[in-house]
């Protein structure tokens, strides 16, 4: 129907990090977890294999922690992205039975967001479609081959996007500062 795949984005670094940390997080819990079950009590000299051997007598927490956590893992962090091919775009909603083509004829403009990372693109019917990447160079380049008209301009949204992030970084900085000499005791109760 599109024809013939030229690129595919994926998630953002930083959100793959993210996601690398919320694993961590949730594995170590669940192998913590196993500690105290009566059953690994019995048989286990709580090491990593002896979880690893209970799980695999008893296995459904297993499958359900697979299920929950690392196949969703997955998914967004590898395979779910925005497909671009030769007559248009798939944009993935986040579920499969979700994604929406569209054709580049439908597509009115683009404008660029945030420099590098993001862009939005505007069909003719009224949808907005937001789309991140790590390389959003080529993303503009196919835009760019089939003629549709884009804005790489800062605009006002995007002066406010980096305000508001620098306004972000101001107030944690804020707070760590505050948190730290309370901690020191620098500062009066």
Request: charged share 20%; glycine share 4%; hydrophobic share 50%.
């Amino acid at each position: 129907m599109l024809g013939k795949k030229l690129y595919k984005t994926s998630m953002l670094n930083v959100f793959k990090l993210v996601i690398l940390a919320v694993v961590v997080f949730f594995t170590n819990d669940f192998i913590l977890d196993t500690y105290t079950y009566e059953k690994f009590q019995a048989i286990g000299r709580f090491k990593i294999l002896d979880v690893i051997n209970y799980h695999y007598r008893y296995p459904n927490e297993f499958i359900t922690f697979f299920l929950i956590v690392i196949v969703p893992a997955i998914y967004y962090a590898f395979i779910r992205g925005v497909r671009f091919c030769e007559k248009g775009f798939v944009y993935n909603r986040g579920l499969p039975f979700m994604n929406k083509a569209v054709l580049y004829t439908d597509v009115k403009d683009y404008k660029l967001l945030q420099p590098n990372h993001v862009i939005t693109i505007h069909t003719q019917k009224g949808d907005v479609f937001v789309i991140a990447d790590n390389n959003i160079e080529r993303v503009i380049a196919i835009l760019d081959q089939h003629n549709i008209k884009g804005d790489l301009a800062r605009d006002d949204y995007s002066r406010l996007l980096m305000n508001a992030k620098k306004f972000l970084i101001v107030v944690l900085t804020f707070t760590l500062v505050v948190f730290l000499l309370k901690k020191f005791g620098l500062l009066p109760r």
